[in-house]
């Protein structure tokens, strides 16, 4: 089963390599939801197992499961 997560690249990760990883993640059958402007990152739809590969890749910076967020 696919959950969504939150993919934070490092700033100094240069568009090809961010390119690479979301090839990656498609060609693999993850589905990226969202493109984020104000922080270099994409939402995607990945199996829970592919969590800490995806966390120990050069270019990521921090992967967190997607969740509501509610203002107090």
């Known amino acids: 089963m696919s959950n969504s997560y939150i993919v ?7 568009e090809d390599e961010v390119a690479k990883i979301k090839k990656d993640l498609t060609d693999s ?19 829970d197992t592919v969590v800490s590969t995806l966390e120990s890749h050069p270019s990521v ?8 967020v509610k203002a107090i």
Do not use: C, M, S
């Open 8 to 14: 934070q690249f490092k700033p100094e990760a240069t």
């Open 29 to 47: 059958g993850a589905e990226i939801t969202h493109e984020y402007n104000l922080i270099k990152g994409i939402a995607v739809k990945i199996p």
């Open 61 to 68: 910076y921090h992967v967190e499961k997607d969740q509501e």
